[in-house]
């Protein structure tokens, strides 16, 4: 079976995180997407996120009625930052074992992989689903990554299999670029919107939204 993962801040998860993850199961086949909220996000001030068990319960609520959407609380339960490096080898080696592994990712983030921890480590291990918006074009990613891991030392080459697909060379992993429809969709807006006490209908299920007015997120109530 082949099982994508999307990790993210899920802060909160919304629209823009679900519709896209249907677009690639469907172009990839996939059997499961497990969708797991980070611990502690890594780049961003953690002063608007909410704690971890409500981002947690909020991907649940989301999830509910998606039998192939799974919520996976592996890096909440261990707490603190983990490297995606480690989560996924948990994943490769625990839950996901001999299941091919598809890491769902943003073509921006993909471009910075060189700021990763074990960047080629994570490419021999892993197959990636890297999500392209509007005029991105997976030739210009591809370049990007492989400029950026150069310019650390690094070097990682990949060939064209098909249109849209590449292999890392000396490597059975590939690179699925997947077109996305794209929602103007972010969690810092719906944020914005919950402070200025605005509605949030059709950016969110309606059970988030429920959630986040019960539990009085984002200074909604203030
Ligand atoms: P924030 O606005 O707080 O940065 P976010 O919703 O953009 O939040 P995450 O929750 O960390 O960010 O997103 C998880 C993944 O979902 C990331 O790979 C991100 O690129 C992707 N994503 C977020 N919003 C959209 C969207 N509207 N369309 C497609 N992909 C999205």
């Known amino acids: ?39 502690l996000p890594a780049h961003k001030d953690n002063g608007d996120v909410a704690p971890a068990e409500d981002r947690l319960e909020m991907v649940r609520l989301a999830l509910e009625g998606y039998p192939e959407f799974i919520c996976d609380a592996i890096e909440i339960e261990r707490g ?6 480690d989560t996924l080898a948990a994943l490769a080696e625990g839950e996901c074992r001999g299941q091919e592994i598809f890491f769902i990712i943003g073509a921006d983030a993909f471009s910075l992989l060189n700021t990763w921890r074990e960047p080629l480590k994570l ?10 918006r509007g005029e991105q074009r997976a030739e210009g990613v591809r370049e990007a990554v492989e400029g950026g891991l150069k310019e650390i030392g690094l070097t990682a080459a990949f060939t064209e299999i098909r249109d849209n697909s590449f292999q890392l060379i000396e490597s059975d992993k590939v690179i699925e670029f997947v077109s996305v429809n794209t929602l103007d969709i972010s969690a810092t807006r719906i944020r914005e919107i919950v402070r200025s006490g605005g509605g949030l209908h059709n950016l969110l299920p309606p059970s988030v939204e429920a959630f986040i007015i019960r539990r009085d997120l984002y200074g909604g109530a203030v």
């Open 1 to 39: 079976m082949r099982t994508g993962v999307l990790g993210g801040t899920f802060n909160p998860i919304h629209f823009g995180h679900l519709r896209p993850a249907e677009e690639v199961r469907q172009a990839l086949g996939l059997g499961q997407v497990r969708f797991v909220p980070l611990a």
């Open 123 to 132: 490419l021999k291990m892993v197959n990636f689903a890297v999500t392209l």
């Open 80 to 85: 603190g930052v983990s490297y995606t490096v």
